[in-house]
């Protein structure tokens, strides 16, 4: 039983994290004692902790090596949630490359590293970085804003980002995307979200505005989620706390968008009541 957890969050995001009420409330019924902490607070005794987890430390992307860093550190030192190794892959998209390659149906990605030429799309599209979070330096184009698109990918390429190039997939417009939540790498409860994306643009702050509702999975999102939850814990084992996050194909068949393994929302406002008690029973056992 764990008797001391760090909830690791950031400055930036402290108040903004959807989940992180319900959830302490969850982990103080089992007794355990929880310290909010910022991952970069240099006055935090990270030894003292039987247990860190990753939940809110949003601001990574924008100071990855002092992140991967920290997080080594603090590996040596107690025990880290989810696992570094886990963080290190869920971090850079190019996992869609491997995810696809095992069978598992992905979002259709075009990856263009730093001096590769980029070759975009007759339709709408979307660019962003291969490490973000929060829809952060993503955007999408349309088929007359090519100039455009190619400046932000020259961007991302100066800051040494690999970029990936997706096409804009029509449902979003309407049905936009579903995140499948599991914990302890069972299938715990879905949310529909509405990404508020900039057309040719940035997202200034954290993270792009969503519009969240609750949502009942149906057999083919949970068989296209089961899919990258099967091959991740082939890879990496069972990871605490997974989402898998997909959209409708013009095809009509889900694909996956993500797999957030570093810091995921795990949208416990739109679940029931019991999915903050198996999130804190994942991470205090």
């Known amino acids: 039983m764990i008797g001391r ?53 949003w601001d990574y992307p924008a100071r990855l090596a002092d992140f991967l860093a920290w997080l080594d550190a603090t590996a040596a030192l107690t025990e880290v949630v ?6 290190r892959w869920s971090i850079d998209k190019r996992y869609l490359a491997e995810l696809d390659e ?15 030429s980029v070759d ?31 400046e932000h990918v020259e961007r991302l390429h100066a800051a040494g980002q690999v970029v990936l190039v997706q096409p804009y997939v029509a449902s979003v417009a309407t049905d936009g995307e579903w995140a499948l939540v599991y914990l302890g790498g069972r299938y715990s409860h ?8 900039p ?13 969240n509702a609750p949502h009942e999975a149906t057999a083919e999102q949970r068989a296209a989620a089961d899919a ?24 009509g068949g889900h694909r996956v968008l993500e797999v957030e393994l570093v810091e995921p929302s795990l949208f416990l406002p739109y679940a029931d009541a019991s999915a903050a008690d198996r999130l804190a029973e994942v991470l205090t056992t």
């Open 228 to 251: 990258a939850m099967a091959h991740v814990e082939e890879r990496l084992g069972t990871p605490a706390y997974a989402r898998i996050d997909l959209v409708r194909h013009d095809d």
């Open 190 to 197: 879905a949310a529909s979200k509405r990404v508020a994306l």
């Open 5 to 57: 957890l760090a909830w690791v969050t950031a400055r930036e995001a402290r108040g903004q994290d959807e989940d992180e009420a319900v959830a302490l409330a969850a982990l103080a019924r089992t007794g355990v004692d929880v310290d909010v902490v910022d991952w970069d607070d240099p006055a935090v005794d990270w030894a003292g902790y039987d247990r860190v987890v990753l939940r809110s430390p």
């Open 82 to 87: 989810n696992e570094p190794r886990t963080v």
């Open 102 to 116: 095992a069978g598992v149906p992905i979002t259709d990605t075009v990856f263009v590293a730093p001096g590769e």
């Open 199 to 211: 057309r040719a643009g940035v997202v200034e702050t954290l993270f792009a505005e969503e519009t």
């Open 120 to 150: 975009l799309p007759a339709g709408d599209f979307v660019v962003k970085p291969a490490v973000g979070a929060g829809s952060k330096d993503a955007a999408s184009y349309g088929p007359d804003q090519h100039a455009v698109a190619r």
